[in-house]
T-cell receptor, first 113, second 108 residues
Framework: NAGVTQTPKFQVLKTGQSMTLQCAQD?????MSWYRQDPGMGLRLIHY???????DQGEVPNGYNVSRSTTEDFPLRLLSAAPSQTSVYFC????????????FGPGTRLTVT | GQSLEQPSEVTAVEGAIVQINCTYQ??????LSWYQQHDGGAPTFLSY????GLEETGRFSSFLSRSDSYGYLLLQELQMKDSASYFC?????????FGTGTRLQVFP
């Protein structure tokens, strides 16, 4: 199993550009989440999904869209990038009933200039 | 809403024992989790407490008191490779909310 994969690893955007961060998992997990991590801020939940076709907002959803058309994929879209979105983005997945155990992808380091 | 507090930094020497505390406020509580993250890496799961008491996994133990909204991670026989950031998180159903993390530095 590849686990949770994320692409790209690094990305530089100009203000106003749009892009999609890809996340895929091959563990048949129902639940998937997107987090951003900034220095001294820990991990903040952006959006999460409890199954295909179902998504919900987390702590910091503004400026981001998600969709979940399949169990495996959970892309994160930045519609109009802003410098405040410079961060490291992590995708995670877990089984329902697994308690607090989530499996994280390697992350995408995004810089918006 | 939810909020978690943990110390920003802890230092210790190899072989020592260190405790990282976490207090939380949450409107609905499932459990308290702990994650480890090395610099440049992804968070990895360490432990989960849904009930009061101590859970032990090798050199690491985690404790929860639901009545005090408090938990801690105990690391024994510290090794240099334990130098990392440690995060507590509340949740365990559909989502997790993380604290801001504690940076542990282990010195020889």
């Amino acid at each position: 199993n590849a686990g949770v994969t994320q692409t790209p690893k690094f990305q530089v955007l100009k203000t106003g550009q749009s892009m999609t961060l890809q996340c895929a998992q091959d563990m048949n997990h129902e639940y998937m989440s997107w987090y951003r991590q900034d220095p001294g801020m820990g991990l903040r939940l952006i959006h999460y999904s409890v199954g295909a076709g179902i998504t919900d907002q987390g702590e910091v959803p503004n400026g981001y869209n998600v969709s979940r058309s399949t169990t495996e994929d959970f892309p994160l879209r930045l519609l109009s990038a802003a410098p405040s979105q410079t961060s490291v983005y992590f995708c995670a997945s877990h089984l329902g009933g697994s308690g607090g155990e989530q499996y994280f992808g390697p992350g995408t380091r995004l810089t918006v200039t | 809403g939810q909020s978690l507090e943990q110390p920003s930094e802890v230092t210790a020497v190899e072989g020592a024992i260190v405790q990282i505390n976490c207090t939380y406020q949450t409107s609905g509580f499932y459990g308290l989790s702990w994650y480890q993250q090395h610099d440049g890496g992804a968070p990895t799961f360490l432990s989960y407490n849904a009930l009061d008491g101590l859970e032990e996994t090798g050199r690491f133990s985690s404790f929860l008191s639901r009545s005090d909204s408090y938990g801690y991670l105990l690391l024994q026989e510290l090794q240099m490779k334990d130098s990392a950031s440690y995060f507590c998180a509340v949740g365990g159903g559909d989502k997790l909310i993380f604290g801001t993390g504690t940076r542990l530095q282990v010195f020889p």
